[in-house]
């Protein structure tokens, strides 16, 4: 530690000493905590040679994601965060995932992804576990655009293949994965591109395995804030991917939303979606008398 100044040492003898807590303190908490003002916790980082706090921060979440396992987050933000820091740091390192993603961004691949997706016959999404989510959003929004979209149900593995039983050359079939990846998905990516389809992955990184079958890759940061998987800058990616495609498709959009509106005013209830059989009996009660009653003015 020679070189740093009196603050500085402190500051790195509590790091080594706690680097879990560290890794959710701002600059201010943490020259708080040492005892140190906050200019010289927000200098230190300077020292190390990180271009400024965030880095740093960013660094130690790096350490804390390879240290520890997800259940002993649970520990390390109940023992050293308050409501309004858990909420301060999970949101600031959204924030954090959505700029790194920016700044990674590859616009060939986006665009290649684009052009697949609309000009594709049929469309296959598929993602499990926390990636459902995504991929139902992903899927009730293509929707308003093309005919032919399937969000392939992956709780089981032979129901998965029965859904993608007919995609072949001409198809797209998308992959969506994070950490802890999902055998089942690459599976499908596989089986699509046997097929002659064309396969997108959107995962996290250039050593994802979902990249294994894919002609076309896209990718979003996605870390655990604590045992929850943040798919924040992955919904943001897909997001994008929509507009984009609702923009190059604006009058089918248009036209496809004029015929929603159209049946929901055609086919409007009142909003109890049970059928009554009780008084669908009554009414045929009723004809029976009515008819009953017909035939004794014949007489």
């Keep these: 530690m020679s070189g740093l100044s009196k603050g500085h040492k402190r500051i790195a003898e509590y790091i080594l000493a706690n680097y879990e807590k560290c890794a959710f303190l701002t600059a201010a908490k943490l020259g708080e905590v040492v005892g140190v003002s906050e200019s010289t916790a927000v200098r230190f980082p300077a020292a190390l040679g990180f271009s400024g706090y965030p880095e740093f921060q960013k660094a130690?979440?790096?350490?804390?994601?390879?240290?520890?396992h997800s259940f002993d987050r649970?520990?390390?933000?109940?023992?050293?965060?308050t409501t309004?820091?858990?909420?301060?740091?999970?949101?600031?390192?959204?924030?954090?995932?959505?700029?790194?993603?920016?700044?990674?961004?590859?616009?060939?691949?986006?665009?290649?992804?684009?052009e697949d997706i609309m000009a594709a016959e049929s469309v296959y999404i598929i993602g499990a576990r926390s990636c459902e989510p995504l991929a139902e959003f992903f899927g009730y929004y293509l929707r308003l655009v093309k005919k032919n979209v399937q969000v392939v149900k992956t709780g089981n593995t032979n129901e998965l293949f029965e859904q993608m039983m007919?995609?072949?050359?001409?198809?797209?079939?998308?992959?969506?994965?994070?950490?802890?990846?999902?055998?089942r998905?690459?599976?499908?990516m596989e089986f699509a591109n046997n097929r002659k389809a064309r396969v997108i992955a959107i995962t996290d990184s250039v050593h994802s395995?979902?990249?294994m079958y894919s002609s076309c890759n896209l990718f979003a940061r996605?870390?655990?804030?604590?045992?929850?998987?943040?798919?924040?800058?992955?919904?943001?990616?897909?997001?994008?991917?929509?507009?984009?495609?609702?923009?190059?498709?604006?009058?089918?959009?248009?036209?496809?939303?004029?015929?929603?509106?159209?049946?929901?005013?055609?086919?409007?209830?009142?909003?109890?979606?049970?059928i009554n059989m009780l008084d669908e009996n009554v009414v045929n009660e009723l004809r029976k008398c009515m008819d009953n009653a017909a035939i004794d003015d014949e007489k």
């Excluded at 309004?84 to 986006?110: C, G, P, Q």
């Excluded at 998905?185 to 499908?188: D, P, S, V």
Aim: proline content about 2%.
């Design 84 to 114: 309004n820091m858990v909420v301060n740091n999970v949101m600031s390192m959204d924030a954090r995932k959505i700029e790194h993603t920016l700044k990674s961004f590859d616009t060939a691949s986006f665009d290649m992804a684009v």
């Design 74 to 81: 649970i520990d390390v933000l109940n023992s050293h965060m």
């Design 222 to 274: 996605s870390d655990m804030a604590s045992i929850v998987d943040s798919l924040v800058a992955p919904m943001s990616l897909i997001n994008a991917l929509i507009v984009s495609i609702c923009l190059k498709n604006s009058e089918q959009v248009v036209e496809n939303i004029e015929k929603i509106n159209t049946f929901v005013d055609n086919f409007e209830y009142s909003g109890n979606d049970e």
């Design 166 to 183: 007919y995609i072949g050359e001409g198809d797209v079939a998308i992959g969506i994965s994070f950490p802890r990846y999902s055998m």
């Design 60 to 68: 130690l979440e790096d350490i804390l994601q390879e240290k520890i």
């Design 209 to 211: 395995p979902m990249n």
């Design 185 to 188: 998905t690459l599976k499908a």
